[in-house]
């Protein structure tokens, strides 16, 4: 097996931005950061090739890209934004010994296990067993879900798109948001609450339900009403998503019996942490009947760390380096 390189280049793509880092593959920390509005480049090729001239690492010849879309073969399209590539050409284009190109959730997934005491906060009780599935969702723009399954001494990232199932209301106050979506949606998924776009959603149907005048607001400022204590129907609407997201979170930790751990990462949840232990979120995760004590036995998480994109396509780079 080749010796692995000191240091590659990853990257977390989104809609918007575009964030690259130099990374020591043994200690996983990341140095030189910046991130770029994608709208300044043509592709995704002049992005990388401007940060690697920007910051000298045009010696640097291996590199990892999550990015926020599907990722099912050697041609990539993005779905928020008009960049679309081939890996194996691109490679080639750039000259770079390695390439890998996953989704933005996949690395999401990858970056649990090397996750540090600091960067997460254990929501309730359970014990994380090593060696055990894990599970990760992320309300973000929209709802990431994912798996990990430790084999041996790599892992196995379980992708999907379990935002899109369909989501219960389990209470006469979620009935009547079921039901406002449905007009406006048809089908109601947990993204359709678990999202930016959610927490809006969930403001709006909460004022009908009961019956008061509120003025749209958007989710970063429902966020900040709720977190100063300002608003009472912000407050509401943050607890109710907490809530909706322990029920889907506790459904994950079934569907896998995750005993490493069930962790929350995504824009919003580290952002209203500080109303998190004070909401349903722990008591809707184990409230699942007669399996209430099995899920009361799982760990849950909420991810802090600054960069956990990077951090797991830089996982995940490395695990695939050391294979080949």
């Known amino acids: 097996m080749a010796k692995l390189p000191t240091h590659a280049i990853v990257a977390d793509i989104g809609g918007t931005n575009a964030r690259f880092s130099r990374v020591d593959l043994a200690s996983l920390a990341l140095d030189q950061v910046a991130v770029y509005p994608c709208a300044e480049f043509a592709t995704l090729a002049d992005a990388l090739t401007h940060y690697r001239q920007q910051h000298q690492l045009n010696a640097v010849k291996h590199v990892a890209i999550a990015i926020a879309c599907p990722v099912n073969g050697d041609e990539v399209s993005m779905t928020n934004f008009h960049w679309q590539f081939s890996v194996r050409a691109m490679q080639q284009q750039l000259v770079l010994d390695a390439l890998q190109v996953i989704n933005d959730f996949t690395a999401v997934a990858m970056c649990l296990p090397a996750l540090t005491a600091t960067e997460k906060v254990q929501l309730g009780g359970g014990d994380v067993q090593p060696g055990k599935p894990m599970a990760v969702l992320g309300a973000g723009t929209g709802l990431g879900v994912a798996h990990l399954l430790p084999v041996n001494d790599s892992y196995i990232p379980l992708p999907g798109e379990g935002g899109h199932i369909d989501w219960a209301a389990q209470n006469e106050q979620e ?132 960069q956990p994109g990077l951090v797991g396509a830089a996982v995940y780079l490395k695990q695939f380096l050391a294979s080949n």
Do not use: C
């Not at 008061?212 to 509401?236: C, H, K, M, N, R």
């Not at 907490?242 to 019996?257: C, I, Q």
């Open 175 to 306: 009935w009547f948001i079921q039901q406002m979506l449905a007009k406006e949606y048809g089908h109601v998924s947990p993204e359709r609450l678990l999202s930016g776009p959610g927490l809006e959603a969930i403001y709006k149907a909460l004022a009908l339900y009961r019956r008061q005048v509120a003025e749209p607001l958007s989710a970063a400022d429902i966020a900040q009403q709720a977190l100063s204590g300002e608003s009472a129907l912000a407050t509401a609407t943050v607890q109710q998503f907490f809530a909706a997201l322990g029920s889907v979170a506790g459904n994950l930790a079934l569907t896998l019996s995750t005993f490493g751990g069930v962790y929350v990462a995504g824009g919003i949840a580290p952002k209203l942490l500080p109303l998190a232990g004070q909401s349903e979120f722990r008591a809707r995760f184990e409230a699942k009947g007669r399996f209430s004590a099995f899920n009361r036995r799982i760990a849950t998480y909420v991810v802090t760390a600054e």
